[in-house]
T-cell receptor
Framework: GQQVMQIPQYQHVQEGEDFTTYCNSS?????IQWYKQRPGGHPVFLIQ?????EVKKQKRLTFQFGEAKKNSSLHITATQTTDVGTYFC?????????????FGKGTKLSVIP | DTAVSQTPKYLVTQMGNDKSIKCEQN?????MYWYKQDSKKFLKIMFS???????INETVPNRFSPKSPDKAHLNLHINSLELGDSAVYFC?????????FGPGTRLTVL
């Protein structure tokens, strides 16, 4: 079945350092979404990428969608303590129309002040 | 106003009991979902429902059943609770794109 793999599972960085999480799908995706879940909170939508090779920025966050639309990355420049949380990528689940998502296992980011 | 709300926030119960979790969305979305997040934070889709079509993830035991009284509500009923059902359950809704999650219900089965 479809798999969405995310690495690393954990990342500890010093405040001010950069952070990157990578997402790989076993199948070609029509789009990919990214979510952030703060400790004790719920997943919150960050962005959706649709086009091959697409790059989008949100302040210090840069999102990329691979040319083959099977991989994606999220890069945070100069991390801050407010970036702490788990970052999930998600792609449409095969055979379930556009309604269901398959989530990666997430990357938990810790920022040391 | 809360876009997606769930009740209760915490649920502690004995093995073998039957329980329900309620979910309501005021976003006018057509599709609602239930997710299970285990202790390792893995987020797994359980169901999606868009008025006429129910899609059930094949790994969900039939002890779990979604019930939708109307478009704005998708409740989760669980029969014969087991220890392994302990997790955080999230409701979500969407119009086909981004999903809006509720605050979650932490279920503990003793």
């Amino acid at each position: 079945g479809q798999q969405v793999m995310q690495i690393p599972q954990y990342q500890h960085v010093q405040e001010g350092e950069d952070f990157t999480t990578y997402c790989n799908s076993s199948t070609t995706l029509s789009n990919i979404q990214w979510y952030k879940q703060r400790p004790g909170g719920h997943p919150v939508f960050l962005i959706q990428l649709v086009k091959s090779g697409e790059v989008k920025k949100q302040k210090r966050l840069t999102f990329q969608f691979g040319e083959a639309k099977k991989n994606s990355s999220l890069h945070i420049t100069a991390t801050q303590t407010t970036d702490v949380g788990t970052y999930f990528c998600a792609g449409p689940r095969s055979g379930a129309g556009s309604y269901q998502l398959t989530f990666g296992k997430g990357t938990k980011l810790s920022v040391i002040p | 106003d809360t876009a997606v709300s769930q009740t209760p926030k915490y649920l502690v119960t004995q093995m073998g009991n039957d329980k329900s979790i309620k979910c309501e969305q005021n976003l006018g979305h057509d599709t609602m979902y239930w997710y299970k997040q285990d202790s390792k934070k893995f987020l797994k889709i359980m169901f999606s429902y868009n008025n006429k079509e129910l899609i059930i993830n094949e790994t969900v035991p039939n002890r779990f059943s979604p019930k939708s009284p109307d478009k704005a509500h998708l409740n989760l009923h669980i029969n014969s609770l087991e220890l392994g059902d302990s997790a955080v359950y999230f409701c979500a809704s969407s119009r086909g794109g981004e999903q809006f999650f509720g605050p979650g219900t932490r279920l503990t089965v003793l």
